[in-house]
Nanobody
Framework: QVHLVESGGGLVQAGDSLRLSCTAS????????MGWFRQAPGKEREFVAA?????????YYADFVKGRFTMSPGNAANVVWLQMNSLRPGDTAVYYC????????????????WGQGIQVTVSS
């Protein structure tokens, strides 16, 4: 069983930045594709960003975060980050870290492991 733990969320103002971290209990995340999803109140969970563990570390982003959010490896082998800049009130949601067997599975939301989620609130 793999456990994913998110950290770094909180309350910020529009235009501010936050960096979310996902720490995985597996030794290193590179055997998985890692991703971020979010769910706002009353809305369905939606894809935000993903990174393949192999295939050269390919990155994928939802259109609504391109140019503002950046996913990257973290400062340890079992950590990935989501740097969120120019935050908007519409980014308010619970953000979930996810691990999938490969990037194809991530794209079809065939998720092997979910984190518990962390709240990000952006005030106007």
């Amino acid at each position: 069983q793999v456990h994913l733990v998110e950290s770094g969320g909180g309350l910020v103002q529009a235009g501010d930045s936050l960096r979310l971290s996902c720490t995985a209990s597996m030794g290193a995340w590179h055997n998985y594709a890692m991703g971020w999803f979010r769910q706002a109140p009353g809305k369905e969970r939606e894809f935000v960003a993903a990174m393949s563990g192999t295939s050269g570390g390919l990155l994928y982003y939802a259109d609504f975060v391109k140019g503002r959010f950046t996913m990257s490896p973290g400062n340890a082998a079992n950590v990935v980050w989501l740097q969120m800049n120019s935050l908007r009130p519409g980014d308010t949601a619970v953000y979930y870290c996810a691990a999938a067997n490969n990037i194809a599975a991530m794209k079809t939301v065939d998720i092997a492991y979910w984190g518990q989620g962390i709240q990000v609130t952006v005030s106007s």
